[in-house]
Every structure is written in structure tokens, then in C-alpha cells.
């Protein structure tokens, strides 16, 4: 085994403990879905959806259109997809783009592949089980945030935009 590949395994092994103090800053909610920040395309998405419920992650069109990105680095898509009522789901394609989680102290950064569609969503981007599992990512909706390790070993924190989360939710079950 490479060194970098044991230093990269070891990082794994780290704990990602919640805490009393995680709730310290924590609104009381009911049920507030997760949503976070994070740097995809060289530039910082909000209302980035922690979606423990998804098989895929998913960049919606719109949000595809904003970071401008050319439609030359989609790939074509054959399979389909199904939304949350069973609807089929419009697929542009899908691409890998460089993808940054960070806190403040610590940051990580990996390739992420997302599937690109065409459908309304209160959310820019949703990070589904293929993501959390390779990031070793562990979401928490009672301390809304999300921990992961970073390649060091360190623990990256990232706390949940409540405002934002609540504001998407009442959005999404408005379109509804």
C-alpha cells in the first residue's frame, strides 16, 4: 500500500461524534431538513441539500445555467430517473465537477459526479448516499449539520443554514 493511500484510509478512522454543544446554536425546529454551502465550479452554492434519501446527486438546471457551465460537458445519460410522487424526471446528462466542503478550519475537496436535470426545485444541488458514503459524511437533522472527515483525520463541521432550509421547505411544498 502507497503512503498516500494509508494516509488517505486513516482518515477515515476518525470518530464523528455529535454532542451537546453541537445543539448550542441550534433553533429548535421541526424537522428542518439539512441544507448546506459549498464550492462547486469555482464558485459558492447555497441551498445544497443533504439527502439521505437519494441514490444520485442531482444539479438542477437552473443552477447548472447560473454557475455557466457549457452544455458541451454534459454526458450523455441513458438511464431515467424518478422523483419523490413516481413523475419521470427530465435528464440534460451528467457531469463530474470539483466539489469543496469547508468550516472555517478545515476543508476537503473531491470530484463528484451529478446528474443533471430539468425540474423545479426550492434546492441548487441535492448530496445524495454515493456522496456521503465516499466522504465518509455523517448528517445529523437533530444538530442540523454535517460532519465529515478531511484527509488529515480532522473533523470539518458544517452547520445547517436554517433560514435557508426552512425557507426551501415552504418553497418545495408550494410547487407542490
Sequence with gaps: MSVEAQRTSDAFDVDLVFTKADLEDVVPHDNDPVVISAV???RKVHRVLVDQGSSTNVMFW???NKLQLSPDMLRHYSGCLYNFTGDHVEVRGYLELRTTFRDGTASRTESIRYLVINTFSAYNMLLGR?????LGAVPSTRHMKMKLPDLTGKV???KSD????KRCYENSLKAR
Design 40 to 42: 462547486t465550479a469555482g
Design 130 to 134: 454515493p456522496t456521503l458514503n465516499r
Design 62 to 64: 437552473t443552477t447548472f
Design 156 to 158: 470539518i463541521t458544517i
Design 162 to 165: 436554517q433560514k435557508e432550509a
